[in-house]
Nanobody, 120 residues
Framework: QVQVVESGGGLVQSGRPLTLSCVAS????????MAWYRQGPGREREFVAK???????DYADSSEGRFTIFRDYAKNTVSLQINSAKPEDTAVYFC??????????????WGQGTQVTVSS
């Protein structure tokens, strides 16, 4: 069984940096893509950034420039660095694993999320 655990959330002042981390554990043969999503108060979950094989990255238009995604392929971890956090970054941030190969087959997995609150 695959477990996905996010960490690093909390209260941060506007303008300060914040780094979120996600670790995948279990019997994992491979992970195609690791991604971050977020869901702000009263909003739908939205894509933030992803990193696929060969370190190919993609960012939402609203993320590019202030967000950096980094993946450690050996440790099955992915981090999201938020530079100069803004109040509108307040959200629950979710880690998503896309096309994870395990002995049971291939599936996607979500973490439980980590709350980020940016004070103005």
């Amino acid at each position: 069984q695959v477990q996905v655990v996010e960490s690093g959330g909390g209260l941060v002042q506007s303008g300060r940096p914040l780094t979120l981390s996600c670790v995948a554990s279990g019997t994992i043969f491979s992970i195609s893509t690791m991604a971050w999503y977020r869901q702000g108060p009263g909003r739908e979950r939205e894509f933030v950034a992803k990193v696929a094989r060969a370190n190919r990255t993609d960012y939402a238009d609203s993320s590019e420039g202030r967000f950096t995604i980094f993946r450690d392929y050996a440790k099955n971890t992915v981090s999201l660095q938020i530079n100069s956090a803004k109040p509108e970054d307040t959200a629950v941030y979710f880690c998503r694993l896309i096309r994870v190969a395990t002995p049971q087959g291939v599936a996607d997995y979500w973490g439980q999320g980590t709350q980020v609150t940016v004070s103005s």
